[in-house]
């Protein structure tokens, strides 16, 4: 079973930073995509950032440039880096991972409810002008 669980969520000004944190537990091919959505109230969840077992990593149009996904060593940690955050940026973040060897922004937008997709609580993340 995997367990996912987020920190380092909470409020900034516009153009500061933040990293978010997530510990992974549980084996390796439970979570060969791994990286983060988010989400706001009323919309779809949107893939922002993956990263596979090789680290190779995608990014979304909205983020690119701005955010950096890593991993540890032993895949047992996730980051996020946020910089030069927006207002368009709040949104209640999470951290997924998925047994799935195709890894993209696509992979991590799947229903959580599915039985190869687990993600954290979430950590919220406000950035006010």
């Known amino acids: 079973q995997v367990q996912l669980q987020e920190a380092g969520g909470g409020s900034v000004q516009a153009g500061e930073s933040l990293r978010l944190s997530c510990t992974v537990s549980?084996?390796?091919?439970?979570?060969?995509?791994a990286g983060w959505f988010r989400q706001v109230p009323g919309n779809k969840r949107e893939g922002i950032a993956a990263?596979?077992?090789?680290?190779?990593?995608t990014y979304s149009a909205s983020v690119k440039g701005r955010f950096t996904v890593s991993q540890d060593n032993a895949k047992t940690s996730l980051y996020l880096q946020m910089d030069a955050l927006k207002p368009a940026d709040s949104a209640m973040y999470y951290c997924?991972?998925?047994?799935?060897?195709?890894?993209?922004?696509?992979?991590?937008?799947?229903?959580?409810?599915?039985?190869?997709?687990?993600r954290g609580p979430g950590t919220q993340v406000t950035v006010s002008s």
């Open positions: 997924v991972a998925v047994a799935s060897m195709v890894c993209g922004l696509g992979t991590l937008e799947l229903d959580p409810e599915l039985d190869f997709v687990h």
């Open positions: 549980g084996s390796i091919s439970s979570r060969q995509c």
């Open positions: 990263i596979d077992l090789d680290g190779s990593t």
